[in-house]
């Protein structure tokens, strides 16, 4: 169990930081500044963009602590 879950954690680390590399240097169609055109690479592509796999990220550590602590 405890095996799984720090599988879990590591993957959501490694998932938050790929995010934020993905929001610094991904380019959108759309938008005069990154903050935009992340905001639009979001809601073409969902996950796919920097700020989905960021958020994604803090929600499979957050997913993984809790399990850790109340599991």
Request: proline letters at 0%; hydrophobic letters at 55%; a positive charge.
């Amino acid at each position: 169990m405890l095996g799984l879950v720090s599988i879990f954690i590591i993957f959501g680390i490694v998932l938050t930081a790929w995010g934020i590399y993905r929001m610094k240097t991904d380019d959108g169609l759309f938008g005069k500044s990154q903050k935009s055109k992340n905001i639009f690479n979001l809601l073409l592509m969902g996950e796919a963009s920097g700020i989905g796999q960021f958020l994604g990220g803090i929600v499979c550590v957050i997913i993984g602590v809790a399990i850790l602590l109340f599991g």
